[in-house]
């Protein structure tokens, strides 16, 4: 099993900036795709960024140009550099891991979430 745990959450004036970190940790053969998601009260969970193994990225266009994210293979954790931070950003953020297990079976592994939140 893979548990992940978010850190870096907080409350920041728009404008602002945070840093999200989310560290794997458990018994697996690989983390694949690592993913950030964001569910804003009465919305639906939406996937803000994801990384591949091999650092390719996909950024939604809300927050394209504004989020980065990046890992560290090394120390199996995920990170999102959120800048010029809106009240919409306003969040509770997931970290979610596509992994596999030493049967190459691929599975599937969320955070607990960490609350952003922006205020104007």
């Known amino acids: 099993q893979v548990q992940l745990v978010e850190s870096g959450g907080g409350l920041v004036q728009a404008g602002g900036s945070l840093r999200l970190s989310c560290a794997a940790s458990?018994?697996?053969?690989?983390?694949?795709?690592m993913n950030w998601y964001r569910q804003a009260p009465e919305k639906q969970r939406e996937l803000v960024a994801r990384?591949?193994?091999?650092?390719?990225?996909n950024i939604a266009d809300s927050v394209k140009g504004r989020f980065t994210i990046s890992r560290d293979n090394a120390k199996n954790t995920v990170y999102l550099q959120m800048n010029s931070l809106k009240p919409e950003d306003t969040a509770v953020y997931y970290c979610?891991?596509?992994?596999?297990?030493?049967?190459?079976?691929?599975?599937?592994?969320w955070g607990q979430g960490t609350l952003v939140t922006v205020s104007s």
């Open positions: 979610n891991a596509d992994w596999s297990d030493t049967s190459l079976l691929r599975r599937d592994a």
């Open positions: 990384i591949t193994r091999t650092g390719f990225t």
């Open positions: 458990g018994s697996f053969l690989r983390l694949n795709d």
